[in-house]
Structure formats: C-alpha cells, structure tokens
C-alpha cells in the first residue's frame, strides 16, 4: 500500500521530470521538491497559522495572569489552559498534526531518491517495479546521470559541504520559524528541538545520499520563503543559542513607536 | 505543548534509527562451480562447498580475517586458483580483487582498487597493493566519491582474470599471481556484467547501454555498440552470434564475425532482460522481469513460446538435457521443458530467500545449484529430478 501509494507515484514523477528536465538529476530534485512543497502547501500553511495563533494567545495577558494564578496548581493551571484554547478557538495540536503528515512525505522522499539512483543491483531491481508499465521510456532513462559538481548523488558528500549546508539551512529554518513562548519550559524546548534537528538532518545527510541532501536544502529554504511570507521573522534568533527571543509583530511595533513619540 | 514536542521528537529519533538500521546486500549471491567444489561469494565469506555432501571445504577470510570486506561477484575457477572481487565494506563503495589457492582457500594475492582498500587490507602479514590507475586518497585522506565495487562476475581464460569494476574500469590479472596485465577505462557507466572472452576478443556490457568489444591481449577498444538500453546482464556468444538482453525489453542478436558488428534481429519482452540468453540447438531461451520466460529462434529472433512460471525472473536460466533451469523473486526453482516451456518440477527453495542468482548446473553430475538471496541457506544443491536437496547454511 505505501509503495502503491506513496513510492510509485514519486519515483515516476520523478523519472517524468528528469526526461523533461535535460536528464539532470540535480535539476530534477530541486523542481520535485518545489511541486512537493507546493502540494503540500495548505498543510504547511494551516500549520505556520496554528503556530501563530498559539503563540498570540500564549503571550496574551489572559494567559499570564492565569499562570501566575495557579502557578502552585499544575493540574488546575493544564485544565484552565485547555479552557482557554477553547475559547479562543486554538486547537494546541493543530500546528504539529499537519508536520507529522509530512514525515511519510520526507521518508518517500527519500526512498525516491536512493531507488531512482540505483546505485546497488538490488536497487535497480526495487526501481523497476516502481516503474508503472504505462511509462514504456522510463527504462531508456537508467542509469540516471548522477554527477553534480564534486559528488556522486548517489553517494555521500565526501567533503561534507553538503551536510554543513543542511545543517546551516536546518538551524536557520528551526530558529527563525520558533515561536517565542512565555513559558521558559516550552522555549527551553524548543531550543532543544532546534538544535536536534539540526543534528539529526546533518547526520542523516553525513550518512546518506547527497541527492536527499539536496531535497533537504530546498525544502529548508522554502519553509523560511514561506514563512516570511506570512510571519515577522526574528533573523536575530539565528545567531542566540538560548531560547527564542519574541517576534515583534507589526502591530506591536507601531504601539511601541506610538509610546515612544508620547 | 511540551509534551507534543517530545513525541515529534521521538517520532523523529525513530526514524533516524530506522534509517540506520541493518541495510539490505547490495546483491545476491556470487556461485561457481567445478566438478567437485561450489563456490558462494555471500556477505563477508567467499565458502567452498563440498558438492557431495554440502559441506564446507574452506572459507575466506580466515577467521578474525581483515578487512571485513562483502563479496558478492561470481568467482571464477581456475585450476589452481579461485579469483573473487569484494565490494569493500558495506556502503564503503571501495573494492578489491583476491586470488585464492583451490585447495585449501589461502590467500595467494590481493589487489586494492582504490587506496582506501589499499590501506585496509596491508597489515604487517600481508600486502595488498594499489592498481593502476586506482583513485587516492585527496586532501585529509578524504577519497573522491568514486564507485570501486567489484559487482561483475570475473571471466577466467588461459591464466587470465578479467575483472570487470563499477569504476568502469576492466582489468586483466595474471591469475596465479596478481599481476596487473593490463587496465583500460571502458565504459562511461558501471560495469555489472560478467566480461566475456571470445578468441581474441573481450565483451563487456556496460549499464551506459554500449557493448564494448576489446582487445584481449592489450584491452585496446575494437568497436563498441549502443543497443539503447541499459546492459545489465552478460552476452551469450554461439557461433560468432552474441545474443544480449537489454533494459530496454528487448534481446538483441549481434554477428561479431568481422570487423563491425552487425545486428541481426531484435527480439521483444514484456519488461526488461537481465539476466544473460542461454542458447541451445538453436533456440534462444531468456526471462524478464515482468516474470515471463522466452524461446525464440536464434536465427530470426521468432518467438516459439512464452510461459510465466512465477515471480518476477532476474536470473539467467540454466540448461541441462532438455530441462531449463530458473529461479524467481519468491524463492522458488522452475525445471521447464525446453520443447514448450511446460512445467517438469517447481520446488520451494529450503530456507527461504529469494531466488536473484543464476542457478548452475552440472549435467554430468545431474545437479542443479541455487544461490538464495536472504535466505537461511546460502547454497542448496538439487539433482535434476528436483530431489536430494542437501543445503549449505554458513552456522553449519
């Protein structure tokens, strides 16, 4: 079912793309990511806008006066909480729901990539039962030309620009697309979460191949395109290792700017 | 809020340890076989195994070997020596080509194909030198994204090993002792064929869709051929015919009596040929991987039959009498015969795996040899009647 509904359709997709795109693989991953980002939009979208919303309502003055309230009441303060997302019509999952969709997409992603490559016998032989027998010119398309630059897409970066890239590109996105949170936990959090993921994602391109490398680039790039496009950006987050610093919106900074004339 | 957080993370910790989880083989089984010895190039051991009884002559390395390489090429026999190719280390993409004494599987020479595998495999006891033209290491030791897999089955003929790398290299070894002969860049893609050695000439299918015709005695290029499809599987050559399966659906039949090559006929499948045609009095047999099985004429390229015996068919078919021999994806061996393509036996390989190498036959010895990919045998010997299996596991 995953093969048939996820794989199949990206690897085709895929190899559709390379015989449109001068047979370059690079090329074909950079535009492959960007219509997957597209189709996936809506979901980044609802996500960037929960987020906000959360963030809004969590330093509101409700919210701090009722911490301060129950601050010795865990269980009363969880349930006061909960009260207030209500009310407020937030859904507290709403912005991790629509990026625990994307992780089937990520891994599909990336098994896309390592089966067009082929770079093993046995690969080559699991690519060739993604291929539907309707694309008869699919086979003329193997091997996939896989040079770009230095590397062999197929293949880890042996220079590891490549991870440093998806590392930068992984914090930069984590940092500046961070809600500022009130509570000193949640922002401890997300600092953590920050600096895991880029870790993780500079692991996983360190270890795996460079042309996945290349999808986590462009997707990183476009998350903060996309980002800005809807959000203040706090630039300075990129450089803090401590916990976020509150976005300014422009609405507070107008009433800061007003106060500051009185 | 937190709480969430620490489940995506958890989340994504899971598939961080998915993804470096135990990686399939890159391939299937290598197996050879003289009249007295199979041979199973599988994981980190090249094993000889007895053919009467199934159990194991020798293996290599010893144990607590170095190198800790994979080997997964087809060895080559020849009478005193055992040629193998590694692939390196697993994901190392850093090959290397061993010569073997027959008798006992000691290590009689080693060569590295690039200086990682240089470094790897010289100790204090034993050398493994660099091959010519092999890459180095650059600056910080770190090595060029180069494909230094021995994937190729080796050809032997007259004391010389022909080794086929996916560098797109093709070296020619004296067998006895390692010598580099001679090395030429060939293709402009990896090489995962088997060379083939015809008189003075040298055949390589190249995964950049051309077959190259070389010089044996110097690797000098002849002609070469694009045939429009990706050359996976090594050419059959009958009476100055070379028959060959492309990616591309289809089995091209080349005369290579003279100087050019000229085509003769093209014969279409129903998914792509792999594995090599084997040819019989006149009749071309192969599979594709759609799982179909073909008899066509080999001088019109005519379909006589075609059946489907099973799963998806990767493997090249065996011949002995007048039963064809092959395996399929879901692990089981399909005895046919050669008159219509019907059914003489089908057995369920023991232990399991998946049938990707070509099974062997000795049809002197009436035995039919299968090679399981990730099954719990690594050999399984039939008679040709389909019964007496006696298997090989590497615990035993």
């Known amino acids: 079912m995953w093969e048939l509904l996820v794989i199949n359709p990206m690897v085709n997709s895929m190899l559709f793309l390379y015989s449109l795109l001068f047979n370059n693989l690079t090329l074909t991953i950079v535009v492959f990511t960007i219509l997957i980002r597209a189709l996936t939009f809506p979901l980044t979208w609802q996500q960037q806008r929960s987020a906000k919303a959360l963030q809004e309502l969590q330093q509101g003055p409700e919210w701090k006066k009722m911490q301060e309230k129950y601050a010795g009441d865990r269980e009363k303060l969880a349930q006061e909480q909960m009260k207030l997302y209500q009310q407020a019509g937030v859904n507290p999952f709403g912005s991790c729901l629509p990026l625990l969709i994307q992780f089937p997409i990520i891994i599909g992603m990336y098994q896309a990539i390592t089966s067009a490559v082929a770079a093993t016998p046995v690969q080559l032989l699991t690519l060739s039962t993604h291929i539907y027998p309707f694309f008869a010119s699919a086979t003329n398309l193997l091997p996939l030309d896989n040079r770009f630059l230095w590397m062999n897409l197929g293949l880890p970066d042996p220079y590891f620009v490549m991870p440093i890239l998806v590392a930068a590109t992984t914090w930069v996105q984590s940092k500046v697309m961070t809600p500022a949170a009130a509570d000193p936990q949640a922002a401890q959090m997300s600092q953590t979460m920050a600096l895991t993921s880029t870790l993780m994602f500079g692991y996983f391109a360190f270890t795996f191949a460079s042309g996945l490398s290349i999808y986590f680039i462009v997707s990183n790039l476009i998350s903060i395109v996309q980002y800005a496009f809807t959000n203040p950006i706090n630039w300075r987050n990129i450089f803090s290792l401590g916990a976020p610093a509150p976005a300014v919106s422009p609405a507070a900074a107008g009433r800061d700017k007003a106060r500051k004339k009185k | ?396």
Not at chain 2, 216 to 232: I, S
Not at chain 2, 285 to 304: C, E, H, I, M, P
Not at chain 2, 312 to 323: E, H, K, Q, T, V
């Open chain 2, 1 to 396: 809020m937190s709480r969430l957080r620490l489940a995506l993370l958890g989340l994504l910790s899971a598939l961080a340890l998915a993804a470096c989880g135990a990686q399939p083989l890159a391939s299937w089984p290598g197996l050879a076989v003289d009249q007295e010895l199979a041979y199973v190039a599988y994981n980190n051991q090249v094993v000889a195994v007895n053919l009467a009884d199934g159990k194991k002559r020798w293996s290599f390395p010893p144990e607590g070997g170095r190198g800790g390489d994979v080997f997964l090429a087809d060895p080559a026999v020849g009478a005193d020596v055992v040629v193998v190719g590694s692939e390196g280390p697993l994901s190392s993409y850093s090959g290397a080509v061993f010569g073997l004494n027959r008798a006992d599987g000691a290590e009689r020479w080693c060569l590295a194909l690039d200086s990682r595998a240089r470094d790897r495999l010289t100790t204090a006891t034993a050398d493994c030198p660099l091959a010519p033209g092999a890459t180095q290491a650059g600056l910080f030791g770190i090595m060029p994204p180069e494909d230094n897999r021995v994937i190729a089955g080796i050809a032997l003929a007259d004391g010389v090993a022909y080794v086929a790398a996916a560098n797109q290299r093709v070296y020619a070894l004296d067998a006895l002792t390692g010598e580099v002969l001679w090395t030429q860049l060939v293709s402009r893609h990896p090489i995962w064929a088997t060379p083939v050695v015809a008189g003075d000439r040298l055949y390589i299918a190249s995964l950049d869709h051309v077959l190259y015709a070389r010089d044996r005695a110097t690797g000098n290029p002849l002609w070469e051929k694009d045939l429009g499809g990706m050359l996976a599987g090594s050419p059959a050559l009958v009476d100055d015919v070379l028959y060959i399966g492309t990616y591309n659906k289809e089995v091209v039949a080349l005369d290579v009596s003279g100087r050019e090559p000229v085509e003769k006929w093209r014969a279409t499948a129903e998914n792509a040929v792999w594995g090599g045609p084997q040819v019989k009095d006149g009749v071309v047999y192969f599979s594709d991987l759609s799982g179909g099985l073909y008899a066509v004429d080999a001088a019109t390229g005519a379909q006589k039959w075609r059946v489907t015996p099973g799963g998806m068919l990767r493997a090249s078919p065996a011949i002995a009498g007048d039963l064809l021999f092959i395996g399929d994806k879901d692990g089981r061996l399909h005895a046919r015969r050669l008159t219509d393509g019907s059914e003489a036996w089908t057995r369920e390989v023991a232990g399991g795996g998946q049938l990707y190498a070509s099974p062997l036959v000795l049809p002197e010895a009436g035995l039919v040899l299968v090679a399981p990919y990730q099954g719990s045998n690594w050999l399984v010997i039939y008679n040709t009647a389909g019964n007496e299996p006696r298997a090989f596991a590497p615990s035993q």
